[in-house]
């Protein structure tokens, strides 16, 4: 077995009680997919990175949750990017993905790490009414509940996302979804996790994101799908840009989240986020 040192932190927080936890696992090669699925399994967050080799500014990631391999992953890059901080120091690293090369700027700031990656280029389509019945019926949403200003659709920035926007903050409040129906139709329209979303404002959107293909109820924190969020809302000028959003997650399940997302006019979707140790 490839040996490496894992980590195990909570990203988009500064505090071990928020965030979504994540594991970091560094080594000089990865180390053959069945293990990293093992371990990923034994750690049990919902992803773990894997990285190596274990010194430099170019790096090869893959992420995995308990359950499957999964494409990217916002939050165990920007835990990679604390971990890197803190071991090498600042830096521009590029982590090279299944999806693409991701840039992790990587920083002090008040006396912590804080990550930016900037997401490889974002894209979208319109949902199709079959996909969003179905996961309404999952949910136990009715349709006109929706935010009619924010149109459902499927969002990428490196895994894709179903973006469902409510017009009201006490439907998103409230979830209560059939985990075993909603975890069928994303496997099969090869969805990553439902973006939830409530506008607040302008600029401040209230997140939650079922992720039952990874084996797990909701994340409270999830940073690729806050960049496809933000390509989607860039694409079909619904903001106006450059601009910067504050997403809002976690807080329903006692894991308050913020991440904050830089949302320039043209390529990619930079996300910001502290990480610490747990």
Request: glycine share 10%; net charge negative; hydrophobic share 45%.
């Amino acid at each position: 077995m490839t040996s490496g040192s894992l980590h195990r932190l909570t990203a988009f927080t500064t505090t071990a009680n928020g965030g979504n936890p994540a594991g970091v696992w560094i080594g000089e090669t990865l180390p053959a997919p069945e293990i990293m699925q093992r371990i990923a399994a034994e750690v049990g967050f919902s992803e773990t990175a894997f990285v190596a080799p274990a010194i430099g500014l170019e790096r090869t990631v893959r992420y995995y949750s308990s359950e499957a391999e999964v494409s990217f992953c916002g939050h165990a890059t920007i835990a990679t990017g604390v971990v890197l901080g803190e071991s090498v120091g600042d830096g521009l690293y590029r982590l090279t993905t299944t999806v693409g090369t991701v840039p992790v700027a990587v920083r002090k700031r008040d006396g912590n790490y804080e990550a930016s990656l900037t997401s490889v280029e974002p894209k979208h389509t319109a949902a199709p009414e079959a996909l969003v019945t179905e996961a309404l019926t999952a949910l136990g949403w009715r349709r006109e509940e929706l935010d009619g200003a924010i149109p459902p659709a499927r969002a990428y920035a490196g895994a894709w996302h179903l973006v469902l926007a409510v017009a009201e903050a006490q439907r998103l409040a409230n979830l209560n979804y059939d985990f075993e129906a909603l975890k069928t139709l994303m496997l099969r329209d090869g969805l990553t996790t439902l973006q939830l979303v409530w506008r607040e404002s302008a600029t401040v959107f209230h997140s939650r994101n079922p992720f039952p293909v990874g084996g797990v109820v909701e994340d409270p924190a999830t940073g690729a799908a806050a960049a496809a969020l933000g390509g989607y809302l860039r694409a079909e000028k619904l903001i106006t840009t450059p601009t910067t959003i504050l997403i809002r997650q976690g807080e329903a399940m006692g894991r308050p989240s913020r991440i904050n997302v830089d949302i320039p006019s043209s390529g990619g979707i930079v996300v910001t986020g502290q990480a610490v140790w747990i």
